[in-house]
C-alpha cells in the first residue's frame, strides 16, 4: 500500500441508510449525520465512517487528514437520465419534445458519428458532471457504436461508474441515424461484449422511445435481455401528449403505451422510464410490479412544457422514482438544480419535496432503483469512494442564508434551492480526487 492509497477527509457527514419519508421528519434510523465526522478511504473503497475524535487515535501515525471542517461530505450524486450527446444543445428555445426532436437534437446527434467528436464531448460531459458532483449516471449515447466507445473509454480511464448504451432506432428518424434491424442488434451485442461489467461500467440497452423502433426491433431487445439479465434497460414513456397520440396510432395492438413495452420484455428490475407524466394508475401498478423505474426530469418538464408529474401517486403504488437532468431536455446537469425543480413541480401539485427525499433520491434513492446500491450511494465500509465535498457557504448570499439555519433541515433546503456547481467543492470518485473548484 502507498502512503496516498489511505487517507482521512474531516468534514460533517451526511448519508442515508434508508428512505427518510415524505414528512418534514426523517423516518427513524434512514439519516446517519456525523457533524465533526472522518471519512476514511483507502484503495478506492471506504474504509471507516466516524466521529473523528474516536477514529484519530486509531489512524497508523502517517495517515493524512484532509481538514473540510465548515464542509457537508454526501455520497457522490446519481443522474438516472441524462444525453451525453446533447450537451451541446442545452437550452434551445421554443419547441416541444417532437419538434425539438426534429428540429435540433436528431441534427446535434448525427456529429457523433465523427469518433473524435464523441471524444471530445465525452470528456467534455465527464468534466460537467463532476463539476456538479455527479459521479453515476445513466446515459443515452446517440446511434452509432463509436459514440458509445469513446462515451465508455473516457468514464473508464477516470475510473467512474456510469452505465450507457447506443440508441436504437429503425424508423422515424434521419437516415445517419437510423439502423437496419440485425445492424443495430449486433452492435449493442458488441458493445455489451466490450464494456458491461468492465471496471466500473454496465450496459443499458437503449431503444429511444417507441415511435422511433419498429416493433421487431423492440421484440429484438427484448431478447437481448432475456440472454442476460445483468443488464440495465433506458427508454422513454409517456412524457407529451403528441407522443401519446402518436403511439397509439403506430401501436394499435398495445392497450397503452406501458404495453407496447411490456409486449416486447423490455420491463423489468433494471428499466428505467424517463418522464412517465402521462400515467394512470394501472400503468402505475404495472411497473411498481416489475420492479422498473420512473425517471423524474423536472427541468426537462418544464422546459419542454411536457406537464408536471405526480410523485406522490408513483410512490403511493410503492412505484421507485429517480432524479435525473434529462439534459439537453433538461435545463441544468446539477442534481441540485434537479432538486429544486422538482421542488417547484411539487409545489404546483401539492407535493412540495423535502430536502430529506431530495438528498436521498440523489443518493442512496437511486442507487437502489437502479441497483448500485451494494457500492454507491451510501457513506459506509466497503462502499466505493465516491462522494461530493459541498460548500454551505459558497455564496455571499448562500453564506447569510445557511448562517441563519436552526437546523440542519434547513441548511440542506437551502443548497437544494440555490446551489449548483459553485457548491461542490470537491468531488472524489475511485478514490481519486477528480474535480476541485477553483478559487
Ligand atoms: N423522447 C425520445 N427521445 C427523447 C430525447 O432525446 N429527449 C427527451 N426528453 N425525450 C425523448
Ligand atoms: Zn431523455
Known amino acids: 500500500m502507498t502512503k496516498s492509497d489511505s487517507r482521512v477527509l474531516r468534514a460533517e457527514l ?3 441508510d434508508a428512505d427518510p419519508g415524505d414528512s418534514d421528519t426523517p423516518a427513524p434510523g434512514s439519516v446517519r449525520h456525523i457533524a465533526d465526522g472522518a471519512l476514511w478511504i483507502e484503495h478506492g473503497r471506504i474504509r471507516a465512517v466516524e466521529e473523528y475524535t474516536r477514529l484519530a487515535p486509531t489512524l497508523p501515525p502517517d ?4 481538514d473540510h471542517r465548515g464542509k457537508l461530505i454526501v455520497p457522490g450524486f446519481i443522474d438516472s437520465h441524462v444525453h451525453y450527446v446533447q450537451l451541446e444543445i442545452i437550452a434551445s428555445y421554443g419547441r416541444q419534445l417532437l419538434d425539438w426532436l426534429n428540429d435540433y437534437t436528431f441534427p446535434e446527434e448525427q456529429r457523433f458519428a465523427d469518433r473524435d467528436h464523441a471524444a471530445a464531448l465525452s470528456d467534455a460531459f465527464l468534466d ?5 458532483g455527479t459521479t453515476t449516471a445513466q446515459v443515452f449515447c446517440s446511434s452509432h457504436p463509436a459514440s458509445v466507445d469513446a462515451f465508455f473509454a473516457a468514464s473508464h480511464r477516470r475510473g467512474l461508474c456510469m452505465l450507457a448504451g447506443k440508441v436504437l432506432m429503425d424508423r422515424h428518424a434521419p437516415a445517419g441515424l437510423t439502423d437496419d434491424l440485425e445492424g443495430g442488434i449486433r452492435d449493442s451485442e458488441r458493445l455489451i ?3 458491461h461489467g468492465k471496471g466500473r461500467l454496465g ?3 437503449t431503444p429511444r422511445f417507441a415511435p422511433t423502433s419498429t416493433r421487431a426491433q423492440l421484440d429484438a431487445a427484448g431478447g437481448v435481455l432475456r440472454s442476460d439479465a445483468s443488464l440495465w434497460v433506458q427508454t422513454h414513456l409517456a412524457e407529451n ?3 401519446l397520440d402518436w403511439v397509439a396510432e403506430l401501436f394499435p395492438g398495445s392497450r397503452d403505451y406501458l404495453e407496447v413495452y411490456e409486449q416486447s420484455g423490455l420491463v423489468g428490475p433494471r428499466s428505467t422510464f424517463a418522464h412517465g407524466i402521462h400515467l394512470d394508475n394501472e400503468m402505475r401498478t404495472r411497473l411498481a410490479e416489475r420492479g422498473a423505474n420512473l425517471a423524474f426530469c423536472p427541468s426537462s418538464n418544464l422546459f419542454l412544457g411536457s406537464g408536471l408529474f405526480d410523485r406522490q401517486a408513483a410512490r403511493e403504488r410503492a412505484l421507485n422514482v429517480t432524479f435525473a437532468s434529462d439534459v439537453g431536455g433538461g435545463t441544468d446537469l446539477s442534481g441540485l438544480a434537479t432538486l429544486k425543480a422538482a421542488y ?4 404546483l401539485r401539492g407535493q412540495p419535496l423535502t430536502a430529506w427525499q431530495g438528498l436521498f433520491g440523489l443518493t442512496l434513492g437511486n442507487a437502489r432503483a437502479l441497483s448500485l446500491d451494494d457500492h454507491i450511494g451510501r457513506l459506509a465500509p466497503g462502499m466505493d469512494a465516491d462522494f461530493v465535498v459541498l460548500d454551505p457557504a459558497a455564496t455571499p448570499l448562500l453564506a447569510r442564508r445557511t448562517a441563519r439555519s436552526q437546523s440542519l433541515a434547513e441548511t440542506l433546503f437551502a443548497l437544494m434551492m440555490m446551489g449548483d456547481d459553485r457548491c ?3 468531488t472524489w470518485a475511485d478514490g481519486r480526487l477528480q474535480h476541485r473548484r477553483d478559487g
Open 344 to 347: 417547484q413541480v411539487g409545489q
Open 63 to 66: 495517515t493524512e487528514v484532509i
Open 203 to 205: 450496459y443499458s440497452l
Open 424 to 426: 461542490v467543492a470537491e
Open 193 to 195: 461484449g466490450d464494456w
Open 241 to 243: 401528449t403528441g407522443e
Open 14 to 16: 451526511l448519508s442515508f
Open 128 to 132: 460537467e458532471l463532476l463539476r456538479v
